[in-house]
């Protein structure tokens, strides 16, 4: 799987998202800027001593990343999407992207795909999920789909 965070602004989740896609060979994206250095104590201290089981790429945009991915599936993670995280068949080779923690994915963005669009179900009171735990139920469940390949 491929995570890409969007202009990501807090480091300790970003740290938590990088140990995350150790644990599961999930490829990260970031995509600047970024709201802190990656030089981070928060963000190293988040990571633990699992920075060295993460493939890391960065990106100067969004739409970087999607013309250099052009083959691979989108799924855009946002609370205005209909359809559930869970209702897509994950590949292998899927992008998962999450946008910033106070603001989320630009709307032009989501607009240009809306079948593409995603959410994780939760009550209509709750505004949103914290990032590094919505980027593990959304993972979680499209490994779950492959009967967590190359997991033991």
Known sequence: MHIVLVEPEIPGNTGNIARLC???QSELHLVKPLGF?????????????????VTI???DSIEEVL???AGHNFYFNTTKAHKRHSDVAYQADDMLVFGKE???LPESLLAKYPEN???IPMLNDARS???SNSVAVAVYEALRQ???INLR
């Open 57 to 59: 790429h960065y990106h």
């Open 129 to 131: 999920l914290n990032l």
């Open 37 to 53: 250095s990656v030089e981070d104590k928060y963000l190293k201290r988040a990571g633990l001593d699992y920075w060295n089981l």
């Open 22 to 24: 150790a644990a599961t």
């Open 117 to 119: 669009c995603v959410r």
């Open 102 to 104: 106070t603001a989320g």
């Open 67 to 69: 013309e250099k991915y």
């Open 146 to 148: 492959q009967n967590y």
